[in-house]
C-alpha cells in the first residue's frame, strides 16, 4: 500500500488539532457573549463554566459527522483516492479561512464553511471524474447507469443549508427583538424590586427551557444513551418540561427569600453558557474533527480490504462503507474536548470575536468598530420617520409608560460607578440565552439545519435593538456592522466552495507535491495572520493603555506620557522619511506609511475616547477636561500632518517618478536636523515641565519657519529654470508646507500642555 495515505491520515489529524484551536477561537461567541457581556461572573468563573459545559459536550457528541461522510456527496460512488483527496482539500480551506475571519474578529458558522468545503471539493473531483470518462455507476439493486453530477453531489442538502441561513438569520433577530421588548417593559431597567415578586417564575421558565435545550441538543446525541432512552425523551418533551418549570419555580422562590443576595439572572446566565457550551461541543465539535475521523474510517476500511486482496488500489476501492453508521472512540472525542478547552483559556482570537459581538450589543455609545453605509443611514433615518408617525396614533399615557420601561437612567447610574461596566444587564443577559436555546431546540425537534453560531449572534442584535441600545448615536454604525457580519456569512460560503474546488483541482493534477506545496502555504498564511493579529493587537493594547484608569489624581501623567511619545515618534518618522526619499527606497517610504498610520490611529483613538476619561473625572474638573481635550486635539493634528507627506512621497515613487536632486536631498536632511533639534528642545521643555522657555521655542520655530521659506523660494527658482519636473516640485513643496503645519501644531501642543499643567 502506499505510504502517501498514512502520511495523509497523519496530515488530517494534525490539521484537525490546528482546525479546533481556529474553530473554537470563532465559535467562543456562542456560548460567552451573554455572560461576559453583562459580567455574570468573574472571568475565571465563567470560563470554567463553559470549559465545563465543553467537555461535558464533546462525551455528549454523536460521534462521525454524519455530513462530512454522506451529507453532501455520495461516497459510495467515490474511489479511497478521491475521497482523500477531499478530505484534505476541505481541512486545508477550513483552517486557512477560519483563522482569517478570527483575525478579523467576525464570527462565522463553522458548520456551513464545512458543508460548502465539502461540496467544493467534492464538485471538483465529480468534475474530473466525469471529464476522464468515468460514465458509470453501479446502484443499490446492482444495475448500473450514466453517471451525472447528481449522482455525485447530494444538492439538497447544500439548498437546505442556505435556505437555513436565510430563515435563522430573520428569525432569530425578530424573535429576539420581541422577547426582549415585553421582557423589557415588564421589569425595566429597575428590575430589582420586581424580580422579588416574578423573578422566581421568570427563571423557572428560563431554566426548563434550557434544560430542555440541554436534553435534545445534548443528552439525546451521547454515545451511550440507548434507543429506548432517547424515544422517551422526544416522546415525553412536555412532561419534561412542566416538571422542570414547577421544580425551578419552587426551588427559586425558596432561595430568593431564604438568600436576600440570592441573583436569579446570575444563575440563569451561568446555566445558559454551561448549555450553549454543551451544545456548541456536542454538534459543533464534528465540524472539526468529522472530516479527519470520516478519512481515518475510510484508510481502515481501505487498509483490511487491501490486506485481504493485494491487487486492490486506492484508485479502484470505491469507498460504500462510509455510506453507512459508525461510532467515534470516546477517547478522541475526549481529547478534542481537551484541546478545545486549552484553546478558550489561552486563544487571545477568542476575546477578539467575542468583542465584536459585544461591542454591537452594547447598551452605551463609545467608539464604533465599523463605519456606516448608505442602507444603514437610509434605514435608520426609515425607522425614525416610522417611530414618529406611530407616536401620533398612540395615547400620551401609553407612550410614557413604553418610555418609562426603556428609561435607562437606573442602568447608566450603575455604569457610571464601575470603573469597567457591563456592556448591558443581566435581564438582557437572560433573554439572550433562553431565546437561543428554544430556537435551536424547536429548529432542532424538526430537524432543520442551522447555525448555533448564527442564532445566538442575531437573538443578540435582535435583544440590542429592542433595548434602545441602537440610539441616534450609534445606530448607523450598529447597523453596518451587523451587515457586515451577515455578508461575512455569506462570504464564507462563497469562499469555502471556491477555495476548496481549487485546492481540491491542485492536489489532483499535483499529487503528493502538491499536497506539500499546500500544507506549507497553509502554514505560510496562518503564520502571517498571527503577525500581523498580533502587531494590531500591540498597538490595539499601547491605545487601550494610554486611555485606562485615567482619574483626577494621575490624569496630568497619563497626557504628558501621551504627548512624550507623539513627539518622540515624530523625530523618528520624519528622520525615516527623508531617508526613503533620499534612497528612492520605495518598501522604506511604505514602512513609514504604515508608521503613521499607526500614530494616526493612536491619536485618533485618544481623542475619539476622551468622553471616557471626562466621564472619570471629578465634576469640578471642568478645566482639566477642557484642557486635557486641548492637549488631545493638538496631538490629532500633529499625527495627522505626516499623512500628507508620508502618502504623498510613498506614490511618488511608486510611480517610479525620478529620484529628487542632490541639492534637494541636502536641503531635506538639513530640515530633519532642524526638526530634530527643534522636537527634542521641546520634549525636555516638556517632560520637566519647564515652559519659562517657551520663548527660546518660539524663537526656534521661527528660525526655521525662515529656513523653510528659503528652500521653498530656492524649489521655485528650479521649477522655473526646469531644473525639476512638476512632480517633483508637488512632492518637494508639499513636504516642506506640512513641516511648516508640524511645527506649528507642536507649538501649539506645547502651549496647550503648559495650559493643562498650570491649572492642573
Not at 453531489?153 to 424573535?175: P, Q, R
Not at 478558550?344 to 452605551?364: C, E, G, I
Not at 486635539?633 to 507627506?645: N, P, Q
Request: glycine share 6%.
Amino acid at each position: 500500500m502506499d505510504n502517501i495515505y498514512l502520511i495523509i491520515v497523519g496530515v488530517l489529524f494534525a490539521l484537525a488539532i490546528s482546525d479546533l484551536i481556529v474553530g473554537v477561537s470563532n465559535d467562543a461567541v456562542n456560548f460567552l457573549n451573554s455572560a461576559l457581556g453583562a459580567k455574570a461572573g468573574s472571568f475565571k468563573v465563567i470560563m470554567l463554566i463553559a470549559a465545563l459545559g465543553v467537555l461535558f459536550g464533546s462525551v455528549f457528541s454523536d460521534g462521525m459527522m454524519e455530513v462530512a461522510r454522506k451529507g453532501i456527496f455520495h461516497p459510495e460512488h467515490f474511489y479511497f483516492s478521491e475521497i482523500m483527496t477531499i478530505f484534505l482539500a476541505v481541512m486545508i480551506t477550513d483552517i486557512i479561512l477560519l483563522d482569517t475571519f478570527n483575525s478579523l474578529g467576525l464570527p462565522t458558522s463553522t458548520t456551513v464553511s464545512i458543508v460548502f468545503e465539502l461540496l467544493g471539493a467534492a464538485v471538483a473531483v465529480s468534475i474530473l471524474k466525469l471529464v476522464d470518462g468515468e460514465q458509470l455507476i453501479t446502484l443499490e439493486n446492482g444495475s448500473q447507469k450514466v453517471a451525472t453530477m447528481i449522482d455525485y453531489i447530494n444538492t439538497e442538502k447544500a439548498l437546505t443549508i442556505i435556505g437555513g441561513i436565510l430563515l435563522s438569520v430573520v428569525i432569530a433577530f425578530t424573535v429576539g427583538a420581541i422577547v426582549q421588548w415585553i421582557t423589557r417593559l415588564l421589569f425595566t431597567f429597575n428590575y430589582k424590586s420586581k424580580l422579588k415578586y416574578f423573578g422566581a417564575i421568570w427563571g423557572g421558565f428560563a431554566i426548563s427551557t434550557i434544560t430542555y435545550f440541554i436534553v435534545i441538543k445534548g443528552a439525546k446525541h451521547a454515545t451511550f444513551m440507548t434507543p429506548d432512552i432517547k424515544h422517551f425523551m422526544m416522546d415525553s418533551w412536555f412532561m419534561i418540561i412542566l416538571g422542570s418549570f414547577l421544580f425551578w419555580t419552587v426551588l427559586l422562590q425558596i432561595l430568593t427569600l431564604v438568600f436576600k443576595k440570592f441573583d436569579i439572572l446570575q444563575l440563569i446566565a451561568m446555566v445558559g453558557t454551561f448549555a450553549l457550551a454543551i451544545a456548541f461541543s456536542g454538534n459543533d465539535l464534528v465540524n472539526f474533527i468529522g472530516v479527519p475521523l470520516a478519512g481515518f474510517e475510510g484508510f481502515k476500511v481501505f487498509n483490511e480490504a487491501q490486506l485481504a486482496d493485494p491487487s486492490i488500489t486506492a484508485d479502484t476501492f470505491l469507498m460504500t462503507a462510509l455510506a453507512g453508521k459508525t461510532k467515534t472512540d470516546m477517547y478522541l472525542l475526549v481529547i478534542a474536548g481537551l484541546v478545545m478547552v486549552a484553546t478558550l483559556y489561552l486563544s487571545r482570537k477568542a476575546k477578539n470575536v467575542v468583542k465584536t459581538s459585544l461591542d454591537l450589543a452594547r447598551q452605551s455609545e463609545g467608539d464604533e468598530r465599523f463605519g456606516s453605509s448608505l442602507f444603514a443611514r437610509n434605514l435608520v433615518r426609515g425607522a425614525l420617520k416610522t417611530g414618529e408617525t406611530i407616536n401620533l396614533f398612540l395615547p400620551t399615557r401609553l407612550r410614557n409608560y413604553i418610555n418609562n420601561g426603556f428609561d435607562q437612567a437606573p442602568f447608566k447610574a450603575k455604569q457610571a460607578q464601575d470603573p469597567e461596566p457591563p456592556a448591558f444587564d443581566m435581564l438582557r443577559a437572560s433573554v439572550n440565552l433562553v431565546v437561543a436555546s428554544i430556537l435551536i431546540s424547536f429548529a432542532t425537534s424538526l430537524k432543520l439545519p442551522l447555525s448555533t453560531t448564527y442564532v445566538t449572534f442575531m437573538v443578540a442584535m435582535g435583544t440590542s435593538l429592542a433595548d434602545r441600545a441602537w440610539g441616534r448615536e450609534s445606530a448607523v454604525y450598529r447597523i453596518t456592522g451587523v451587515l457586515s457580519v451577515i455578508g461575512g456569512w455569506f462570504f464564507t460560503a462563497f469562499s469555502a466552495f471556491t477555495v476548496a474546488f481549487i485546492i481540491a483541482n491542485i492536489i489532483s493534477w499535483g499529487g503528493t507535491l502538491a499536497i506539500g506545496g499546500l500544507i506549507l502555504l497553509a502554514l505560510f498564511l496562518i503564520y502571517k495572520s498571527h503577525a500581523v493579529y498580533k502587531k494590531n493587537t500591540d498597538n490595539q493594547e499601547i491605545i487601550e493603555q494610554a486611555t485606562s484608569e485615567i482619574k483626577d489624581e494621575n490624569i496630568l501623567e497619563k497626557c504628558t506620557n501621551n504627548v512624550h511619545d507623539t513627539l518622540y515618534s515624530v523625530s523618528d518618522i520624519y528622520k525615516h522619511l527623508v531617508e526613503g526619499i533620499e534612497q528612492s527606497d520605495r518598501k522604506k517610504l511604505k514602512l513609514v506609511k504604515k508608521e503613521v498610520e499607526v500614530l494616526n490611529h493612536q491619536a485618533k483613538t485618544l481623542k475619539d475616547n476622551v468622553y471616557k476619561v471626562l466621564k472619570q473625572l471629578r465634576k469640578e474638573s471642568i478645566s482639566e477636561s477642557h484642557h486635557y481635550a486641548q492637549v488631545l486635539d493638538y496631538l490629532r493634528e500633529t499625527a495627522h500632518a505626516f499623512t500628507y507627506m508620508a502618502k504623498p512621497a510613498f506614490e511618488y515613487f511608486e510611480n517610479n517618478h525620478s529620484p529628487l536632486i542632490d541639492i534637494q536631498i541636502t536641503e531635506l536632511k538639513n530640515v530633519s536636523n532642524a526638526v530634530e533639534n527643534f522636537n527634542t528642545f521641546v520634549l525636555n521643555v516638556i517632560d520637566h515641565s519647564n515652559f519659562s522657555q517657551m520663548e527660546e521655542i518660539l524663537s526656534k520655530q521661527e528660525e526655521l519657519l525662515h529656513q523653510i521659506e528659503i528652500y521653498r523660494k530656492t524649489q521655485m527658482k528650479r521649477l522655473k529654470h526646469e531644473e525639476v519636473g512638476a512632480k517633483n516640485s508637488m512632492l518637494f513643496l508639499g513636504i516642506l508646507h506640512e513641516t511648516k503645519n508640524l511645527l506649528l501644531h507642536i507649538v501649539n501642543l506645547t502651549k496647550a500642555q503648559r495650559d493643562f499643567v498650570q491649572n492642573a
